[in-house]
């Protein structure tokens, strides 16, 4: 039987296909030899507006199917992030194309988009740790929404206990013993999970322990 997000997304995938095959005609479309009328100087414009529309309309339908079919895995707001790196990277592929069938010289693009990719990289560069750790958790799964787990790392200065009540774009919320906590997915990925991440008691605690335990002896004054 079909899954339900499945057949959710299923028109959504059937409309990028289509879009995409009228952006596939466009670009055929430019390397056509029509030559009448003076058609042919009207042919790359023609071509590179029916990529525009088409690509856009292709990009928005995966993204779209794409946030549906994650959502269902790894909850909306993760699904939320997911589609809008899609749309992002999408767009960045529509606009160099549409340049190079206009003849347009994209180097001086690239090399701009690059040196503010590197200064925005360097400015934001613990959120961007943040979701990429979190696409990382995505794909490892190290846990699931509504498990209990253990969590110990040097970048969160400490263990976590408790249950996961979601997996955010930059955040892991967890539900603990005094409340609830926003854990950054880049310590969450740096941390060991598992019932075997609890930190070991030291010996003199347990004597202590032990001490307090034991059964008060017999006698006295």
């Known amino acids: 039987m079909e899954k339900g997000w499945l057949r959710e997304a299923r028109p959504h995938l059937r409309r990028a296909v289509v879009y995409g095959v009228i952006a596939l005609a466009g670009l055929v479309l430019e390397s056509l030899p029509l030559d009448f009328g003076g058609v042919e100087d009207a042919i790359p414009y023609l071509s590179?507006?029916?990529?525009?529309v088409a690509g856009i309309l292709a990009v928005r339908a995966v993204a779209r199917a794409a946030r549906m079919l994650s959502s269902h895995t790894v909850g909306d707001t993760r699904g939320t992030g997911l589609g809008l790196l899609t749309?992002?990277?999408g767009y960045f592929v529509v606009l160099l194309t549409v340049l190079g069938l206009l003849d347009q010289d994209v180097s001086g693009l690239l090399l701009g988009g690059a040196i503010t990719g590197v200064v925005i990289g360097i400015a934001a560069q613990q959120t961007l740790a943040n979701f990429f750790a979190g696409l990382v958790l995505v794909t490892?799964?190290?846990?699931?929404?509504?498990e209990h787990v253990v969590l110990r790392s040097g970048p969160l200065a400490g263990e976590y206990e408790g249950v996961v009540t979601d997996l955010g774009i930059f955040y892991v919320d967890m539900v603990t013993d005094r409340g609830p906590v926003k854990l950054p997915n880049a310590g969450v990925?740096?941390?060991?999970?598992?019932?075997g991440a609890r930190a070991p008691k030291d010996k003199v605690e347990e004597a202590?322990?032990?001490?307090a335990q034991a059964p008060p002896s017999e006698g006295g004054a």
């Open 48 to 52: 590179a507006m029916i990529f525009a």
């Open 140 to 146: 490892v799964r190290p846990m699931e929404i509504g």
């Open 208 to 211: 202590e322990e032990e001490r």
């Open 87 to 89: 749309q992002i990277i």
């Open 189 to 195: 990925l740096a941390a060991a999970i598992g019932p």
